[in-house]
C-alpha cells in the first residue's frame, strides 16, 4: 500500500473512533441528531464534488440520485420485507443504473448544457414521484414509518444504533471517495476537467471517465439518502426538487471544492446556519443570504480553499524569506 | 390523468379559445421574463438566477404605485423603470465582482439576493398573499370568440406584450445601441478595444433585463396573488424557455414560451400532476437532439 494511502486509513479510523465514543463523553439529542443528518448530507455533497471539483462537471441533477436513495430504500423496507443491508445493495444498485441511463445521455454536454439536462432529468423524476400518488404517496411522501428488521444486533429504531450507522457510512464513504480521487483514475478526471482535447489526444476515452465518475458519484449520493429516510421514517418530494441539487453544490462552494474534506466543511457550515439563524431570527432568509454575500464577496472561495491558499501563500512567502 | 378532458376540450371551439387565451398570457408574460434572462446571457454570459427575484419586485413595486396613484400606466412604468435601476446597481455592485470568478460564486451570489429579497418583500409588505385588482378601466364584461371567454385584460396583455416584444426586437437588429450589444455579446475585448465601455454596457444590459422582468410583474399583478417567493417557479420557466429558444436568441425565447405556455394550460386539463414533467421532459429532449436550442448558434 501507498504510503498516502495508508495516512488516509489512519485519519480515517481516528475519525471513525473520535465519532463512536463523542455520545458517551457528550451526551446530546441535538448532537446526535446533528451528526445524522450531517452524514446524509456530507456524503451527498462529498459525492457531487467528485463531479464538481475533480471532473469539472457542475451537476444541478444530484438530488436525483439522493431522492432514488430515499425512495429505492423505503419502497424496498415498506413492500417487499428483506434485510437493510440487501435493500441498501439493491437501492445503490438501482441508483447506479439510474445513473449509468441518465449519465449516458448527459455527459456528452458541456457545461451549461449538461448542468440544465442533468436538471430536467431530476424534476422529471420530481414530478413522477409527485404524479405517482399510488406508489410515491404524492406530495404527502411515503409516510407510514420503516420497517427495521434487526441485522447483526444493529436496531436502527434505536436513534444510538442510527447514530454509530450513520457515522460509520460517513467515514466509509469518504474513504472510498478518497481513494477514488487519488488514484490514477481520479488524476484521470482531473486532466479531464483541465482539458478534455488534451485528455482525448493522449488516449483517455473521455466519454467513459466522465459516466464513470457521474455513476460512482451517483451510487455514493444514493446511500446519503438511505440515511436520510432512515432519519426522518419516509422519503419526501423534496428530497427530488432542485433545492436539494442547489443546497449540495453550495455546501462545496462554501466550504471549498478543491481540499477534499471542502464539501464536509461546507455541509457543516450550512446545516449550523440553518440550525442557529433559525432559532435567533425570524428573518432567516435576510440572515442567511447576507452571510453567503459575506463569503463570496469577501473570499471568493471556499472556505478550506482558502485557508489551503493562505497556507501555501505564507509558506512561499516563508520559503523567499529563508 | 386525465385525457378524456383534453380530448373533449379539443372537441370544442369555446373550450380551445379560452384555454389558447389562458396559454397565451402565460407564454406572453414567460416571454418577457425569458428575454431579459436570454440578452443577459447572451452578452455577460452569466445566468441571472435573480431574475424570478426580479419579477416579484416588479409585481410589488406595481402594488404600491396603483395603491398610491391609483392609475395602472404609472403602477406598470414604475414597476419596469425600478427593477430596472434595481438592476444596473445589482450588476455595478455585486455581480461585477465574480464576473472572472467559478460560475459557482456568481450562483452564490444569486442565491443570497433571493434569499434576502425574499425576506425584504416579508418585511415591507407582509408574509400573507396579496392582489392588486383589476383596474377599473378594465372591469368590463368578457368577450366571446367562439364561444370562449376572453376577459378584455387578457387582449390587452397579449397586445402589449406583443408590442414590447416587437420593439426588443427592433431595438436589437436596428439601433446603434443594439448593435453595440450584439458586438459585445461576440466578442467583448474588441468592443472595448473600440473604446466602448463594457462596464457600462453590461450594467445597461442587466437594467434591461431587470426592465422587461419588471415589465412583466407590473403587467401580472392584477392576474397573479402576489407572495414571497413567487419568482421561483418563473425562473425556472424562464430557465427552460431559454434552454428551448436557445441562450442569447430572442426569437427563440418568443417561440418557447409561446410552447411552453400552451403546454401549461392544456396539460393542466390532460395531465395535471405531471404538468411540470412534460415541460422538463420538452426541454431535455432539446438538449439531446439540439443542445444549442431551436434558435441557438451551434457552439
Known sequence: MRRDTLRDLAVAVIAWAALMVFPSIYESKFAIDFVIRMAAFGIFAASLNLLVGVTGMVSFGHGMFFATGAYGFGLLMQKAAISIPLAMLLTVGASALVALVVGAICVRLKEIYFAFLTLAFQMLLHSLIVAWVPLTGGDQGLTGGLPRPVFLGIDLAKQSHLYGFSATLLVAMLLVLRHLAETPFGYTLRLIRDNPERAHFLGVKVFWMRLAAFVAAGSIASVGGIIMALFVSGAFPEFANWTMSGEAIFMIMLGGSTVFLGPIAGTAILLVLNDFVTRLTEHYGLTLGLIILLFTLGLRKGLLDFIADAIARRRERAGQGG | ?299
Open chain 2, 1 to 299: 390523468m386525465d385525457f378524456a378532458t383534453l380530448a373533449n376540450c379539443l372537441g370544442s371551439p369555446a373550450c380551445v379559445v379560452t384555454q389558447a387565451t389562458s396559454g397565451l398570457i402565460i407564454g406572453m408574460l414567460l416571454f418577457l421574463v425569458a428575454a431579459g434572462l436570454t440578452l443577459i446571457f447572451g452578452v455577460l454570459k452569466v445566468i441571472n438566477f435573480t431574475h424570478g427575484a426580479f419579477y416579484m419586485l416588479g409585481a410589488y413595486f406595481a402594488y404600491s404605485i396603483f395603491r398610491v396613484t391609483d392609475s395602472y400606466t404609472l403602477a406598470v412604468i414604475g414597476a419596469a423603470l425600478g427593477v430596472g435601476l434595481f438592476g444596473l446597481v445589482f450588476e455595478r455592485l455585486f455581480m461585477s465582482r465574480v464576473y472572472g470568478s467559478n460560475v459557482l460564486m456568481q450562483l452564490l451570489v444569486c442565491y443570497s439576493f433571493i434569499l434576502i429579497l425574499d425576506d425584504a418583500v416579508k418585511l415591507i409588505w407582509g408574509p400573507e398573499f396579496k392582489s392588486m385588482g383589476m383596474p377599473p378601466t378594465f372591469m368590463r364584461p368578457p368577450l366571446f370568440i367562439a364561444g370562449g371567454v376572453v376577459p378584455p385584460f387578457y387582449l390587452f396583455l397579449i397586445g402589449v406584450t406583443c408590442f414590447i416584444g416587437i420593439v426588443l426586437w427592433l431595438v436589437i437588429g436596428r439601433t446603434r445601441f443594439g448593435k453595440i450589444i450584439r458586438a459585445a455579446a461576440h466578442n467583448p475585448g474588441m468592443v472595448s478595444a473600440l473604446g466602448l465601455n463594457t462596464e457600462m454596457i453590461y450594467g445597461l444590459v442587466f437594467a434591461l433585463g431587470g426592465l422587461l422582468a419588471g415589465l412583466a410583474g407590473g403587467l401580472a399583478a392584477p392576474v397573479r396573488s402576489m407572495v414571497s417567493g413567487m419568482g421561483f417557479s418563473i425562473l425556472i420557466e424562464s430557465f427552460i424557455v431559454t434552454v428551448i429558444g436557445g441562450m442569447g436568441s430572442i426569437i427563440g425565447a418568443f417561440v418557447a414560451a409561446i410552447l411552453l405556455g400552451l403546454t401549461r394550460s392544456f396539460g393542466s386539463l390532460g395531465f395535471p400532476l405531471f404538468v411540470d414533467g412534460a415541460m422538463f421532459l420538452i426541454m431535455a429532449l432539446v438538449l439531446v437532439i439540439k443542445p444549442s436550442g431551436l434558435f441557438g448558434k451551434e457552439a
